[in-house]
C-alpha cells in the first residue's frame, strides 16, 4: 500500500429529525495523504529502502507508456482521428540535449514534476520492458534513476510495476515516429527576427512542413495582416501538433507578439492557425479571423509551456481532430476574452486542453465532437460562456467508449502529466445535444459548478457517467481505471441521473440554494474490477434540495437541507434504506 497512511475508521448511523444524516465510514488502511487509487504513476526513483521506492512523479516523452504495459495500444486522446500517430510518445525539443541528467535510454528526457510520492511494491508484481519484450521482475531491477510505471489498484495499493529499460534509441512498435521523433519546426516561408512592427503586410505559405509566417525570439506588433497557408502539409502530425510545422503563423523561443485586426487562413494538412510554442512566448490576439480547413489543423494552438492571450477572436475550424481552441504535449497557459470558437469536424471539440485555460464571454460551439476535453493534470476554467458539443455516435475515436459532451481523463499517450483534472464553471449555459453531459474516466478530477444552465437534449443522456473504460485506447488498465470526481455545486440546478462503477468513486455536495433533480446509482464495472469503498458519498448542505425521480444507491449521506423521496428509496452501503 501507498506510505504515510492515516485516518480512522468511523462508524456510520443514521439520525432522523426534519433531516436525515449520515455520517460515512472508511477503512483507515485505505486513506493516504493523496490517494491514487486506480490511476496509474509515472516517474524516476529518487530512493530505495528495501520494497519503499520514492519516485519524483513526471510522464516520460518516448517509451513506456502504461498504455503499452497491458497489451494495448498507446493511449489515444478523442480528439486525433484513427491512423493519426500524433499523441504518441515521441522526444522532447532540442533544448533538452541527448545525456542531460534524468534522460532515459531512447533519448527520452522525462517532464518531471516537484511531486514525489513514496511506495510500498511488498505486494505488487514487477515486469521489466525492454523495447517490445516484457520479462518477469524483481526489487532488485528498480535501481536509483529508474524509469517507473506503477498502477494503483482500487485500494489505493501498488499492484503492478513497469521497470523501462528500452535499448537507446528504439521507439516502442507501432509508433510512425518521422519528423516527430526529433524537436523540428521545418521551414518558413517568411521570417521576422528583428523587433518592429508590421502593418498591413502578407505572408503566404505552399509548401510542405513550412510556415507563412514565424516569428522568433522577437518583440513585434502585426496590425491588419493577411497569413495565408494554402497548400503543403507536414510530414509527421507530432512535429505539427506539438512544435508548429506547417502552423500558418508560428511564434517561438520566447517571441513576444501582439497581433490586431488579422485575417488567417489555412487549409493545408496539419496546418494550424495561429500557433505559440515554448516556455516565455507570449501570443496576444485581438480582433482577428482564424479559418483553418483541413485536418489535424486547430484555430490557437499552444504547447511546449507557450502563453496565447485571445480576445474576440472569430474561430472556425472544418477539419477532423482540429479543436477550436488547441493545446498539446507541454502545455501552456491560455487565456480567451470574448468571441466565438467552432468547430465542425469530428473528434474537433471546441476546447482540448492539455493546459491551463480560461474562457470568458465567448461561444464555444462543437458541431461534431464533444464540447470541451481535460486530459490529465490540466484545466479548463468557464465564465459566461455559451458552450455546445454534439458528438457522433459513430464517427469519433471514442463513441464506442463513451458519448458524451464533456469529457475529462487520462489518455496515458504522455501528452498530459498525471493528477488532477480540474473543470470549472461559472454562469452562462452548457448544452448537450448528444450522449452524457460529463464523462470522467481514468483519473482524479474536481468539478465546480455555480449558476450554469444546463440543458441536455438527449433524453437517453445521463448528467454524469463516472466510470472505468475498456482500455481499448489505452486509457489505463481495465478493471482498474476508474474515475474519482469531487463534484460541488453552488447556485445550481442538477436534472439527470448520475452513474458510479464500483472501482470509481464521487462525492458531490450540494451547496448555496442548490436544487438537484435526479437519481444517483453504483452500477458493477463493466471489467469485474475490485470494488472500491467510497463510491457515492453525497452531502447535502441546508437550504439545498435532492428531488429523487427513481430509487438510489450509495455509500453515504450528509443531509442537512431537503430530500423529496416522490415515492423512492435510497438504499445506503450498510444497507440502510431511507424512504
Known sequence: SLIASSGADTSSSVQESSSIQQESSADSSLLTQTDYSNQTLSGQVTEISDYSVTLQLGGMNQGMGPGMNNGTNPGTPPDKPDGDTSGMPSDPPADMPSGTPGQMPGNAPM????????????????????????????????????????????NNTAALVVVGTMNPGTPPSGGNFGGGAEFTQGDTANLIDTDGTYSGESYASTSDDENALRIDGVEVSLTDITVDKTSGSSSNTESGDFYGVNAALLATNGAQVTIANATVNSSAQNGNGVFSYGEGTVVNISDSVITTTADNSGGIQTTGGGTTHASNLTVTTSGNSS?????????????????????????????????????????????????????????????????????SDDKGTSSDENVHNVMIYQSMSGDA???????????????????????????????????VLLTNLDEDGTLMSITGNSASHGWGTAGSNGASAEVTVSNQTLEGNIIVDTISSLTLTLSENSTFTGAINIVENQAGGTAVSENACVTIEAGNTWNLTGNCTITSLDNYGTIQFNGYTITLADGTVLS
Request: net charge negative; proline share 1%; charged share 15%.
Open 417 to 451: 502529466d498525471v493528477g488532477t483534472s480540474t473543470f470549472s464553471i461559472t454562469g452562462g449555459q452548457l448544452i448537450s445535444n448528444n450522449g452524457d453531459m460529463f464523462y470522467i474516466t481514468n483519473t482524479h478530477c474536481i468539478l465546480t459548478l455555480d449558476n
Open 323 to 391: 479543436a477550436a481552441i488547441r493545446s498539446d504535449r507541454g502545455g501552456g497557459t491560455v487565456t480567451v476574452d470574448g468571441g466565438s470558437y467552432t468547430s465542425n469536424g469530428y473528434n474537433s471539440p471546441a476546447v482540448y486542453s492539455t493546459a491551463d485555460i480560461t474562457v470568458e464571454n465567448a461561444e464555444l460551439t462543437a458541431n461534431h465532437s464533444e464540447a470541451l476535453v481535460i486530459e490529465g493534470k490540466n484545466s479548463i476554467t468557464l465564465k459566461d460562456c455559451v458552450v455546445s458539443g454534439n458528438m
Open 111 to 154: 517532464d518531471m514534476e516537484t511531486e514525489t510520492v513514496t511506495l510500498d511494491l511488498s505486494d505488487a508484481v514487477i515486469t521489466v520492458q525492454n523495447g517490445d519484450t516484457t520479462t518477469d521482475g524483481s526489487i532488485a531491477d528498480i535501481v536509483l534513476g529508474s524509469y517507473i510505471t506503477v498502477t494503483i489498484d482500487n
